[in-house]
């Protein structure tokens, strides 16, 4: 690669994260430390029933009995600095809580937030097909076109409004497909978990509007433990899109989420993640801590889950969104494309476990690191005895943008039954000089060249995603290369 | 002696025999003996939570009664692979029975490393136990603390041995527990064929644990074959350790058809530029067999080239899996590496876990792999039968077939043509 490309890419590699700043809302914390008390002083604060309380005390114990035996989770190829649990605060909610009816009473402050991170909750009124439930730290503030969802019997709220109005469909899903025994940082989570969104669409009916949450952490100190549930009835649709990013900290930020979707017979799930958490400064201080568990079942027959993923934030990534294919002819989705720089580190994929009869899956990943980061992909396909004809292809394939950075591949294929067909496929490789010479050979110059090689080595990903959330995904990408240059 | 093949008495054992406490006299190979018990006793034998025998439990193989014996007894078994033109060796309990052959002429040692360690002192020093990574595999570093004796093959610099050295490692001790050594240095500009066979020995529940280390100096060829096809009581650890120096080439043929629980724990270091390492296995896994194939090729240096390929068949109860790794550290530029791995399941109780893996923190390179699993082909099934063959023979060819790709790439006739014919053997109770 020539000094000039080389130039450019250290340029990337070094840019500032644009979205970085501090929204100066006052809110009501917890008192920093992990216990008991601190559990049951979420639940209190949420006004949430009995059973409620009991499951989160139990997920502590479990989680205390975790953390007693060290037993963090170290198998993924990541460094990940020793937290300190005991110097968090596991609830922060913004103080002014009104509903709102129309966009003009929101707190003028918080408009502008948006308005700089360039979420158009101004245009929803115009933007019709998007309903935002804003969660500015743990709680939800805002929540638009209720009438519409209400229309189709569809329910779409914060957790906590869930839990309060909703009790019996929560207390029958909640744990459902992520036990608070699955892992450590679900332990974690189930214990204090402070908000979420909850999503249920009746038997039969499809969304008309893509769904939509913004995560923002904002409190500097405050563990951000969201926790999200959907379950999509027999024969219904739902597209849902989260897409987040955060404030410029010096401080480490944790954020350990869990979301939850359950697909009965016919149903589809379509779920889309825009992560964009602030990734830390160049030495790679300060940026989150991205553990989460995400998971979802096709429990019923013909369901359908799919997810989609561009990743460019957080200073370490943990995430496998995974799907438990258990009814017959249940199909299982995922795409990712992640993308990491400076110090960043980031090991994700999938989990596909197929169960049921004639079940598919299809997995495609693609990774781009740069600067001196580390992006490794890692995936189960498991087909149990049972599961006839099952069908997977994956397909990882990584691009090193430089010469200190590392692209890892590790797939798990776990074959128990002859009739199952199970490819995969992956390559490492790096922008070629061939193509660059190419696309400067017809006049487009050399930043333009990769980003159209990156975009076009990612178009199969960003294809996926839902038309707005195209459109930023393909803006955010083209940021992250451009860095400073652009 | 009967013994438990347990940590803490075989660390006992260590320390009885050869002291676990360093003294001034100690050789520098002693020094490294107790190196590898310290490894082996800081990693123990690999328990359910080791990453890289999750798919392996060697727990209740190794906590079965074992002889402890390194006895050359005397053996008349006829081998396979007798009649193939070359030089020919024998080892029992993993010790060289039989003395060099007269004839083969210049330019080849061929001792026991006992011999050597006086007759051949300074390339022993130099080599032995330095391929080995003791903190890999605690296998492997258990074998390197107990070895005593094994093969020693020098083969002398710009030497070109026309003929294949064909080592029999036929007779086993009963419930015998052995940890032989070999060890090839092939000299600059040399060229050498090896090919190892491990017969069927009812040996009751034995144990072979061994470590070869091969030198493959600059410039020099080694073609290595190895055939496995221990009992079914029978658990066999491979540990082999490859250095490759400039512009030489290794390859290595594994072939595993028998064995209770086979680990193939095969290690490439190509450690210099312009390096051509090629792997190739094949295993068929019956009844209750567990066979693991469990590679890395550590890429160090610019320039190299690698390709990996192995095939599985699984049929019955049995467990297939495959573990290979392409290790690209950062100054190896322009590194191209292929991996590829295939396997067929027959049966519903028989499984396969494969877990191909890329680590690569250089930018200019070329590396894939690739892991297919599936059941014959239905399409090629069909074509066959409308041409009027019966269902099994259909079945049958096309296992050959599949299994016949790696055999191909040995270029002994006598070791093909016996591998076709066990491979029909053995394929034609599973069709």
Redesign the interface.
Known sequence: MSDNSTELLHKVADSEYKYGFYTDIESDKAKIGLNEETVRFISAKKNEPEWLLEWRLKAYNHFVSLMESEKTPEWAHLTIPKIDLQGISYYSAPKQRPEYESLNEVDPELLNTFKRLGIPVQEQERLVGIVVDVVMDSVSVTTTFNAELDKNGIIFCSFGEAVQKHPDLVKKYLGRVVPYTDNYYAALNSAVFSDGSFCYIPKGVRCPVELSTYFRINESGTGQFERTLIIADEGSYVSYLEGCTAPQRDENQLHAAVVEILAMDDAEVKYSTIQNWYPGNAEGVGGIFNFVTKRGICEGDRSKISWTQLETGSSITWKYPSCILKGDHSVGEFYSVAFTKGRQQADTGTKMIHLGKNTSSTIISKGISAGNSQNAYRGLVRVNRNAENARNFSQCDSMLLGDRCGAHTYPYLEISNPSAKVEHEATTSKVGEDQIFYCKQRGISEIDAIKLIVNGFCKEILAQLPMEFAVEARNLLAIELEGSVG | MEMKTNESLLIEQFDKQIGLIASESGSSGTNRRRQAIKAFADAGFPGKKS?SYK?TPVTKWVNSHFKNSSLRIQTTTKSAFEHIDGIHLRTANGQLISTAPEGYGEGLTISSLVEASSSNSDVIGQYLSTAVVLERDPFSALATAFAEDGVFIHVHSGVDLKSPIVIHHDALFENGFVQPRILIVAEKGSKVEIVEHFSHVEAGSSFENRVVEVFVAEEAEVDHVAVIERDSAALFVNGLFVHQAEKSKFRTNTITLGGGLVRNNLNFLPDAEECETHLHGLYVAKGKMHIDNHTLVDHAKPNCFSNEMFKGIVTDEATGVFNGKVLVR?DA?KTNAYQSSK?I???????????????????????????????LDEDALFYLRTRGIKPEAAKLMLLEAFARDVVDLIDIDGVQEYLYRRLHEILTVSA
């Open positions: 990453e798919y950062q530029q396997s399941v027959l049966d519903r109780n028989a499984q396969i876990y494969a877990k191909p893996e890329l680590e690569i923190y250089a930018d200019d390179v070329k590396c894939s792999h690739g892991a297919t699993t599936g059941e």
